[in-house]
């Protein structure tokens, strides 16, 4: 996606491909926004177990702008000069248009099953992924509701090649004042609505792609930051322990005005922190076999919760009533489990194959030669992240196989 006087700019990406912690916290950000679907969708009667459930979840749908942070984050890291930009939308598409395609036909025969009235117009915007642009209420979540962010995330595909070679050769100065500026102007939206009719607010602020690009290009900057050795934050426990007390301050006594951008400060250090774990070889509770594999089908489970909840509870004629007692989080537990094994069998029979099928294989990583810095402290940072990496077996494997790539 560059070319090689772009490349030649900074020093190469370190070796390290794989970042296996960022897909263990995948899963946490798809259990985030199961968890408030499972809450909005009043499923839990019984006041005590529901207030345990809104208390913890109440803050839920966050875990898509973690999504797209990440998401940020690990194209830019993973981004070879060798890479066309044709190759890779070809890649991007081939990651994610399957399982949307499976989901989206699922839900019209779904929409079919119920009798439900459905828009070919609304139906052709969800299978070309351009509902996140249309303000019309009900239109952005068309069909399979959750996939407005496949929507926004193709926008951001379509603008990472494009932009790459501005990030690449930008000076460390500027990268820092975007780390610093973006979350600043994620916060100036909320006054910034007023200018935008009432009905169109919430598509503005939550669904609008250039919006939530802001999300993206944070993470991108950081993942710049972090591939020159340039990247200082702290350390993935005091980075968690920091993103657990503003996710308990925001739920608890923080204006609604101020989450987003508190929210997004703090998954950048657990997401900075948790790569920089991997890169330094250093322990880490989120790439322990389970979660990995857990994180590496969370996109399935993310495409498949609501369309499962939504389809059983109104088959069941409980939509909208609730459960009283113990059944309530049991309902939950059996649809956690329900999703997971069907995004276990998209994952295995869907996601994958066709990814190594449709997906061109990736040149070949160059090695990291050691270059002439200017700076005292980027020299250090250029030894620190590109030593630990050349030691500590990195893969050229094609981009199918790599965890780092599976994001949204």
Not at 334 to 342: A, H, I, T
Request: glycine share 6%; proline share 7%; net charge positive.
């Amino acid at each position: 996606m560059t070319s090689t006087a772009d490349a030649s700019a900074v020093a190469p990406a370190p070796a390290v491909a794989r970042l296996p912690s960022l897909t263990g916290l995948r899963w946490i950000a798809a259990l985030l926004v199961f968890g408030f679907h499972a809450g909005t969708m009043r499923i839990i009667a019984e006041p005590d177990y529901k207030a345990v459930v809104d208390g913890v979840f109440a803050l839920g749908l966050s875990g898509v702008q973690f999504f797209f942070i990440l998401s940020g984050f690990v194209l830019v890291w993973s981004a070879r000069p060798g890479d066309s930009r044709r190759t890779f939308w070809r890649r991007r598409v081939a990651k994610i248009y399957p399982n949307h395609l499976v989901l989206w036909a699922a839900a019209l025969l779904v929409a079919w099953w119920f009798a439900d009235p459905v828009l070919p117009a609304a139906a052709l915007e969800n299978l070309l992924l351009l509902q996140a642009w249309d303000p019309r209420p009900g239109w952005f979540y068309s069909i399979n509701t959750v996939s407005w962010s496949l929507s926004c995330e193709f926008f951001f595909y379509l603008c990472l090649p494009l932009a790459l070679p501005l990030l690449r050769r930008a000076r460390p100065s500027t990268l820092w004042v975007l780390v610093v500026a973006l979350p600043l102007v994620i916060l100036a939206l909320w006054p910034a609505q007023q200018l935008v009719p009432e009905v169109s607010r919430w598509w503005f602020t939550q669904i609008f792609p250039p919006v939530r690009s802001l999300e993206f290009w944070l993470g991108a900057v950081a993942a710049e930051l972090m591939r020159r050795g340039l990247w200082r934050g702290p350390g993935l426990t005091t980075a968690t322990v920091i993103f657990v007390a503003t996710w308990v301050a925001a739920s608890q006594w923080i204006r609604a005005e101020l989450w987003t951008t508190l929210l997004a400060v703090a998954y950048l250090l657990v997401i900075t922190a948790a790569a920089d774990a991997d890169v330094r070889s250093r322990r880490s509770p989120w790439r322990s076999r389970p979660l990995v594999w857990l994180g590496e089908v969370s996109f399935a489970f993310y495409l498949v919760h609501v369309l499962v909840m939504t389809s059983v509870l109104r088959w069941s004629g409980d939509w909208g009533t609730g459960f009283r007692g113990w059944r309530g989080p049991a309902v939950v537990l059996g649809f956690l489990v329900v999703s997971l094994v069907l995004a276990g069998l998209l994952h295995r029979f869907v996601e994958t194959p066709l990814m190594r099928r449709l997906a061109p294989r990736r040149a070949a990583r160059p090695a990291a030669v050691p270059r002439q810095r200017t700076g005292d402290a980027e020299a250090a940072g250029s030894e620190a992240v590109g030593g630990e990496a050349r030691g500590s077996g990195g893969t050229d494997k094609p981009d199918e196989r790599s965890t780092y790539a599976d994001s949204r």
